[in-house]
């Protein structure tokens, strides 16, 4: 996502760009293609609402800056409320194709192993949450600075044709979004108490993925954990997390309240795959089949993907980026993306968005500062690169505690509504006078 961005940017400013990928000559362990930005978790870039909402805002800053991720997310959108997700095939086949017709950029194949050569010039590394072993033994040499890594998990997606619609119904929670397609974007799964609790006996008792003696001490980033691990938290933890039983009504018996809800969200453009929403997992896949029958209106799922986990190494970006995302042993060198310490798809593509452009400014001999705190991408690239504690650095999504606060908002702290509103009008102003002077 971060390396596409960051070449789109550069290519559009006129200079000539190569993209390295290694897959397919080197796979990872999560991906299911060559293609470029492909999305390997969930199909969801998030919140598109950009007057209460740090993703969404984040979203119109991108949109502002040509961003090729917004523009293939437009084009390949499904339904999902007020939420913007794509079809994840053809959000990718869109995204290499744009790229690889630019007269400006060339895409070589194969694994680059270590640090690029001084020869290369400018360079970015966006390798993404899974960098190669190669790569990253090659980034501790350089910095001499312990890597940090988390575990990232991945939901199960089911076919849509296997769902019993006669125990599920598709409704977006509180019924959001502007069209019928997306106020029922969502699948809705719902669960008595009595199911909901031998779920939970299930969940806790299933067999589960084995991590190897160098993985088991590695932490588990708090927006992504599995559901296992949240079960493990208490009993009502997924009742009152992903399967929180409010803003819905099961048409089927209107008048009985569920104990909880299973959510699954459209995956494709056709309909044909819904992901589960927020259950990842790191059960075995016969687990995962087993416990997750268990579901009223799944008892007969099938998967077109059973869920997974892996490891997800991120670098000390406090400690060894400066604020144009260099590297501050090595300035030829940035960094972008969710190796920086930014978690999410668009939080990660952002990233990209600015070093491209540092990296033209950089090309152009043009000074260029970083983007104010006041905006979203500002407040990220101001956390990662000095604003949060280098000893406690955890990845990190964007939101509006990032921001500095708005002073004198109408109503205070308690009107959120208003305030978010402050936040976004600041930001919306503060980027366009960036980009206008960058």
Same mark, same amino acid.
């Given at each position: 996502?971060?390396?596409?961005?960051?070449?789109?940017?550069?290519?559009?400013?006129?200079?000539?760009?190569?993209?390295?990928?290694?897959?397919p000559t080197?796979?990872?362990?999560?991906?299911?293609?060559?293609?470029?930005?492909e999305?390997?978790?969930? &199909?969801?870039?998030?919140?598109?609402?950009?007057?209460?909402?740090?993703?969404g805002l984040?979203?119109?800053?991108?949109?502002?800056?040509?961003?090729?991720?917004? =523009? !293939?997310?437009?084009?390949?959108?499904?339904?999902a409320?007020?939420?913007?997700?794509?079809?994840?095939?053809?959000?990718?086949?869109?995204?290499t194709?744009?790229?690889?017709?630019?007269?400006?950029?060339?895409?070589?194949?194969?694994?680059?192993?270590?640090?690029?050569?001084?020869?290369?010039?400018?360079?970015?590394?966006?390798?993404?949450?899974?960098?190669?072993?190669?790569?990253?033994?090659?980034?501790?040499?350089? #910095?001499?600075?312990?890597?940090?890594?988390? $575990?990232?998990?991945?939901?199960?997606?089911?076919?849509a044709?296997?769902?019993?619609?006669? *125990?599920?119904?598709?409704?977006?929670?509180y019924?959001?979004?502007? #069209?019928?397609?997306?106020?029922?974007?969502?699948? &809705?799964?719902?669960?008595?108490?009595?199911?909901? &609790?031998? $779920?939970?006996?299930?969940?806790?008792?299933? =067999? /589960?993925? =084995?991590? /190897?003696?160098?993985?088991?001490?590695?932490?588990?980033?708090?927006?992504?954990?599995?559901?296992?691990?949240?079960?493990?938290?208490?009993?009502?933890? @997924?009742?009152?997390?992903? !399967?929180?039983?409010?803003? @819905?009504?099961?048409?089927?018996?209107?008048?009985?309240?569920?104990?909880?809800?299973?959510?699954?969200?459209?995956?494709?453009?056709?309909? #044909?795959?819904?992901?589960?929403?927020?259950?990842?997992?790191? !059960?075995?896949?016969?687990?995962?089949?087993?416990?997750?029958?268990?579901?009223?209106?799944? +008892?007969?799922?099938?998967?077109?993907?059973?869920?997974?986990?892996?490891?997800?190494?991120?670098?000390?970006?406090?400690?060894?980026?400066?604020?144009?995302?260099?590297?501050?042993?090595?300035?030829?060198?940035?960094?972008?993306?969710?190796i920086?310490?930014? =978690?999410?798809?668009?939080?990660?593509?952002? !990233?990209?968005?600015?070093?491209?452009?540092?990296?033209?400014?950089?090309?152009?001999?043009?000074?260029?500062?970083?983007?104010?705190?006041?905006?979203?991408?500002?407040?990220?690239?101001?956390?990662? #690169?000095?604003?949060? +504690?280098? /000893?406690?650095?955890?990845?990190m999504n964007? &939101?509006?505690?990032?921001?500095?606060?708005?002073?004198?908002?109408?109503?205070?702290?308690?009107?959120? *509504?208003?305030?978010?509103?402050?936040?976004?009008?600041?930001? /919306?102003?503060?980027?366009?006078?960036?980009?206008?002077?960058?």
């Open positions: 996502m971060a390396g596409s961005e960051a070449a789109w940017q550069i290519a559009n400013a006129g200079i000539p760009v190569i993209i390295h990928e290694m897959r080197v796979k990872t362990f999560a991906h299911q293609t060559e293609g470029l930005a999305l390997v978790c969930s &199909n969801s870039f998030r919140s598109d609402d950009d007057t209460a909402n740090a993703v984040l979203h119109w800053e991108m949109r502002q800056a040509g961003s090729i991720v917004m =523009e !293939m997310g437009a084009k390949h959108a499904v339904p409320g007020s939420a913007l997700a794509v079809d994840r095939d053809a959000f990718s086949q869109g995204v194709e744009k790229l690889l017709s630019h007269p400006l950029i060339t895409l070589e194949r194969g694994e680059v192993t270590g640090l690029p050569p001084t020869e290369w010039g400018q360079t970015i590394i966006a390798t993404g949450p899974l960098t190669s072993q190669s790569m990253a033994e090659a980034v501790l040499a350089q #910095t001499d600075q312990s890597s940090l890594a988390f $575990f990232d998990a991945i939901a199960p997606i089911v076919y044709e296997s769902v019993n619609m006669e *125990k599920a119904w598709f409704q977006s929670r019924d959001k979004g502007d #069209t019928v397609a997306e106020q029922t974007a969502y699948l &809705n799964c719902p669960m008595d108490e009595a199911q909901y &609790n031998a $779920f939970i006996d299930a969940l806790l008792a299933a =067999e /589960k993925t =084995e991590f /190897k003696d160098w993985e088991k001490d590695t932490p588990y980033f708090e927006g992504c954990l599995p559901i296992e691990v949240m079960a493990e938290r208490g009993r009502e933890t @997924l009742r009152w997390g992903p !399967m929180k039983p409010v803003g @819905l009504t099961n048409p089927h018996q209107p008048t009985v309240k569920a104990h909880a809800i299973v959510q699954l969200r459209r995956d494709n453009a056709l309909g #044909t795959l819904f992901n589960i929403v927020g259950f990842q997992t790191k !059960m075995k896949y016969g687990e995962q089949a087993r416990v997750l029958s268990m579901i009223p209106g799944l +008892e007969n799922a099938e998967f077109a993907r059973l869920g997974g986990i892996h490891r997800n190494t991120f670098i000390n970006s406090p400690l060894l980026l400066d604020d144009q995302m260099r590297l501050k042993s090595r300035p030829s060198i940035r960094f972008a993306g969710q920086t310490g930014v =978690e999410g798809y668009v939080e990660s593509a952002a !990233m990209g968005i600015l070093s491209g452009r540092f990296a033209v400014a950089q090309a152009l001999e043009n000074a260029i500062d970083s983007p104010p705190n006041t905006t979203a991408m500002g407040a990220l690239i101001s956390h990662i #690169t000095g604003g949060a +504690e280098a /000893k406690t650095f955890q990845p964007v &939101n509006f505690g990032l921001f500095p606060p708005v002073e004198n908002v109408k109503g205070g702290r308690r009107n959120r *509504k208003t305030r978010y509103l402050a936040y976004t009008e600041r930001a /919306k102003a503060d980027w366009t006078t960036w980009l206008q002077d960058a």
